[in-house]
């Protein structure tokens, strides 16, 4: 017999259903997620951390979870984005308790109380969907039936990607003879997968740490979690880099960064993008194409400084995502080209920063 447990958003909105996963109340803010597939990648992306996810595909945990084998040379995990679950929360509509896949290892019920993630099975996810979407952005806390209450968290006021950077400079070595920085801010593993597979040696550091000084041939900043506008030492440190003349690149929350070094603003959406099938197409072209996304701010391209331009635009709501400069030599992207879970069509980002590194 399952607990009860009911969410309460931060406007007084209260959803009850029954709890699986970790049995502890959690606050966070609440986001919705379309995607149909993935939630092993969406649980294990550093950018969820802290927050209260939504599934809006009423079916999960069919598939239950792959092993945790990690790569021998590399250290990384095989089939997920990290070494752990990072929301507080998970909601869905219908937990499916009997799983079947040929790399399952275990439920996903199994994997979130190893790592603390309560969840809320029996919810309307429709309606709490439409609920975020016509409000905005809201806190909410599930809380389990005898239990304790909690306050709500703001984690907007919390330096999320201090949380989940690495805490010290790791070398993955390549063989094309490029070296690379790449500032962890909650990176995905397949971001990482992708640039070794094209064979750069990379130099992965702390979101706060002083890459300045290093000897490298380019920048990657990776994606991550909560309010950019936190990680100051960061953009001064891009800031500082960009006068270099080497190749930036960046994701998602790198592009953000990217953003705020050169002095442009980053808002908060109503309600972000985190799905993998939004349509965005290429400035001056009429190339688009559909992308796996995952955040809650964005730039204001109106406040883009000379030499600087949107890379892409995004073709539901017109917001920005991505950057680059007139020299061809820095750019950024809002979505997610190393797509894991999603589609692959713009993994020609990686390859256009390779080719930088070696021309």
Partial sequence: MRKKGVLILSDGT?????VFGAEKPVSGEVVFSTAMTGYTESLTDPSFEGQILVSTYPLVGNYGLPTLEK???TGLTVFHESHKMH???FIVHDYCEGYSHWNATESLEEGMKRDGVTGLTGIDTRALTQKLRDHG?????ILIEDGDDIDFVNTDEINLVARVSTKEVITYKGTLGKEIVLVD????ENILRNLLKRGLTVHRVPWDYDFTTMTFDGIFISNGPGNPNLCIPTIEHIRKVMTM???IAGICMGNQLI????GADVVKMKYGHRSHNQAVRMVGTDRCFVTSQNHGFAIDPDTLPEGWKPYFINLNDGSNEGLIHESGQMFSVQFHPEACSGPTDTQFFFDDFVALLTK
């Fill in 185 to 188: 801010c909650g990176v995905k």
């Fill in 245 to 247: 003349g080497k190749p």
């Fill in 87 to 89: 929301p507080e929360g």
């Fill in 71 to 73: 790569d021998e040379e």
């Fill in 259 to 262: 953003g705020r070094a050169i």
């Fill in 14 to 18: 209260r959803y009850e259903g029954e």
């Fill in 137 to 141: 952005p809201l806190m909410g806390k």
